[in-house]
């Protein structure tokens, strides 16, 4: 064997050795750190952006160092990312090499120590109570679409929360919802009786049709009886939202923002929210605090004689 095939056969090892430990990292992923799939979907391509950027540089993972990574933050900044993307990726990275490290592929992690970009708090878009009575009180609407806008406001559910939910996950006499949410952690949420009685007309039309019922179907179906994705229910939000002519971009994750607010805005402690949302840390939550800062600044400058 020449020295060109021995160079060849070493650089098809590495890159067969490379792709065996990029397959090893998303099961990784995915058993040890319960990924969402959505999570996983931006982490994959936020691998595939570092792993590109490396090939430019005749680089792989296995052999560099702090500055390679503050290189690729660098250019990332360029590019004139968000700071949040940016900040998914380098936690992407970060959670790469920490695999590496207890799989002992590396044995230096060119990331110990480093400190991440801080995102940007923005304050989050949510509905007015007039914007979310409008939605809510929609005529003309099927009776699933009807209880997927009263469920998304009554709990505050990340739209994959609420795809994924089966009938058995609603106590229909205790009030409650079991949610599983990220890292496949699961609570218990309060749901309100307006939203049940939705829920209920909307299963009750189902057997009228004659679908096939058990308490392990999924609680949203689409039109061909099979499980609502998470692209069409945002659909639908969409298609609703301009019905009810309200001019903000409707998302379900802006309903979450409107569920968190309106419930802070009427006196639910801030503790209780986290709890209701799911949030793994305070300050996540803290933004909605914000929010209604902010609305009480309005009602303040707008009826305090003194005010201005």
């Not at 090499?97 to 044995?107: E, G, R, S, T, W």
């Not at 079991?178 to 307006?194: A, D, F, L, S, W």
């Amino acid at each position: 064997m020449d020295q060109n095939d021995k160079n060849s056969k070493i650089k098809n090892d590495r890159a067969t050795e490379i792709e065996s430990i990029k397959y090893s990292l998303k099961k990784y992923l995915i058993a040890e750190r319960n990924f969402s799939s959505h999570t996983l979907r931006a982490y994959t391509r936020d691998f595939l952006d570092f792993e590109l950027f490396l090939k430019k540089k005749q680089l792989t993972f296995l052999n560099i160092d702090r500055r390679i990574i503050r290189e690729f933050l660098e250019e990332l900044n360029n590019k004139k990312l968000s700071k949040a993307t940016i900040a998914r990726k380098f936690a992407a990275i970060r959670s790469f090499y920490k695999f590496l490290i207890i799989n002992n592929i590396v044995k230096e992690n060119p990331m110990k120590e480093m400190k991440g970009p801080k995102k940007d708090k923005k304050v989050p878009v949510f509905l007015t109570e007039d914007e979310t009575q409008k939605l809510l009180s929609l005529q003309n609407i099927t009776l699933r679409d009807r209880a997927i806008i009263e469920l998304l406001y009554s709990c505050g559910l990340r739209i994959e929360e609420l795809t994924s939910l089966n009938i058995k996950n609603i106590d229909f006499i205790s009030n409650t919802i079991i949610v599983r949410g990220k890292g496949k952690k699961e609570r218990i949420v309060p749901v309100g009786n307006t939203c049940l009685g939705a829920i209920r007309n909307y299963i009750n039309e189902r057997r009228d049709f004659g679908f096939s019922y058990s308490t392990d179907s999924p609680v949203f179906l689409n039109s061909n009886a099979k499980r609502l994705n998470q692209r069409t229910a945002r659909r639908v939000l969409r298609k609703l939202s301009i019905k009810a002519n309200i001019k903000k971009k409707v998302s379900p994750h802006t309903l979450r923002h409107t569920f968190a607010t309106h419930i802070l805005d009427n006196g639910c402690d801030i503790r209780s929210v986290q709890e209701m949302l799911g949030h793994k840390n305070l300050s996540t939550t803290q933004i909605y605090t914000h929010v209604t800062i902010e609305s009480l600044k309005k009602v303040y400058n707008k009826t305090h004689p003194r005010a201005k």
